[in-house]
């Protein structure tokens, strides 16, 4: 089995024929992917880019037209290459009438988890996604950023190597989305691989390693995350007893030196930073 890459993707392409022999849609075409162990990796695009077709080959829902698709060194539509990973779609369902505790009980029965050790697995992944206040009422009665957080808890009831996450923040709330977010990075601490689909840039550049992106089925963009955004000859500077009145002579300086001074700005908060500080200074809700 491949550990270095859990998932590997080779020349892969995925073609949906029209009816009445209309011709094709191609969802995928011509992909490479290597995803590395213990690794975030964000696969990104707009709508339509091939995401979601490309998570459902890796999954073994959807075979490729061509090509070869790895899951641990294994053809994902064999069952133990699959019980390795765990899976968040972008809108899961669930049995409404079963209790947030019910759910994951279910769900690992299904992954197998032996009973003697199930019940301490459902408390673990209640406290780790602050849903103690939500364990047993019905998920009928479940916010969107609730649901999220039990579709989190499920994907990860059997305690696997690979987390693939599709969308994990939609329709959530900028508390539940930085929970989430603290989340994806316990579990790379803890060694786990997470694959992230996200339209939230901002959110994939706080955890990821590598990105790629797909546009019309084929990937235009792939490296580390720190390559990408490096903007290649520029480079801020972090200086402490600044005032503007010694801005010419820092412009100054940095002229003799061949180089110039493009803007000069002060370090902000993020939006998300004040609302999240605020928040839990009035001791707001996770759910």
């Known amino acids: 089995m491949s550990d270095t890459h859990p998932i590997r993707l080779r020349g892969v392409a995925k073609h949906f024929p029209l009816h009445w022999r209309r011709g094709?849609?191609?969802a995928v075409e011509n992909l490479d992917l290597e995803i590395r162990r213990g690794e975030v990796f964000g696969l990104l695009g707009p709508n339509g880019s091939g995401k979601s077709t490309t998570l459902k080959m890796i999954l073994g829902l959807t075979p490729p037209t061509r090509g070869e698709v790895e899951l641990f060194g294994e053809p994902p539509a064999r069952p133990d290459s699959r019980r390795r990973l765990g899976f968040l779609p972008e809108s899961p369902y669930f049995y409404r009438f079963l209790s947030g505790a019910e759910t994951l009980r279910f769900f690992g029965r299904l992954c197998g988890?032996?009973?003697?050790?199930?019940?301490?697995?459902?408390?673990?992944?209640?406290?780790?996604?602050?849903?103690?206040?939500?364990?047993?009422?019905?998920?009928?009665?479940?916010?969107?950023?609730?649901?999220?957080?039990?579709?989190?808890?499920?994907?990860?009831?059997?305690?696997?190597?690979?987390?693939?996450?599709?969308?994990?923040?939609?329709?959530?709330?900028?508390?539940?989305?930085?929970?989430?977010?603290?989340?994806?990075?316990?579990?790379?601490?803890?060694?786990?691989?997470?694959?992230?689909?996200?339209?939230?840039?901002?959110?994939?550049?706080?955890?990821?390693?590598?990105?790629?992106?797909?546009?019309?089925?084929?990937?235009?963009?792939?490296?580390?995350?720190?390559?990408?955004l490096s903007s290649g000859d520029r480079a801020t500077l972090e200086v402490s007893g600044y005032d503007a009145a010694r801005t010419d002579a820092i412009r100054a300086a940095l002229a003799s030196a061949g180089a110039q001074l493009v803007a000069v700005g002060r370090p902000r908060l993020t939006l998300e930073e004040i609302f999240v500080r605020e928040v839990r200074r009035a001791g707001g809700d996770k759910g």
């Not at 988890?113 to 301490?120: C, F, G, H, K, M």
């Not at 508390?175 to 959110?203: F, P």
Request: proline share 5%; charged share 30%.
């Open 24 to 26: 094709r849609v191609i």
């Open 113 to 228: 988890v032996p009973n003697r050790r199930l019940d301490e697995r459902i408390d673990e992944l209640i406290a780790l996604v602050g849903l103690a206040h939500g364990r047993d009422r019905p998920l009928a009665t479940y916010s969107k950023g609730m649901l999220q957080r039990i579709g989190l808890a499920q994907a990860l009831v059997h305690d696997p190597e690979l987390v693939l996450l599709d969308e994990p923040t939609a329709g959530v709330d900028p508390m539940g989305s930085r929970d989430i977010k603290d989340l994806i990075l316990r579990l790379k601490a803890a060694g786990k691989t997470v694959v992230l689909s996200s339209h939230l840039l901002e959110q994939v550049e706080e955890v990821c390693d590598r990105v790629a992106i797909l546009h019309l089925g084929r990937k235009i963009v792939e490296g580390p995350l720190d390559s990408l």
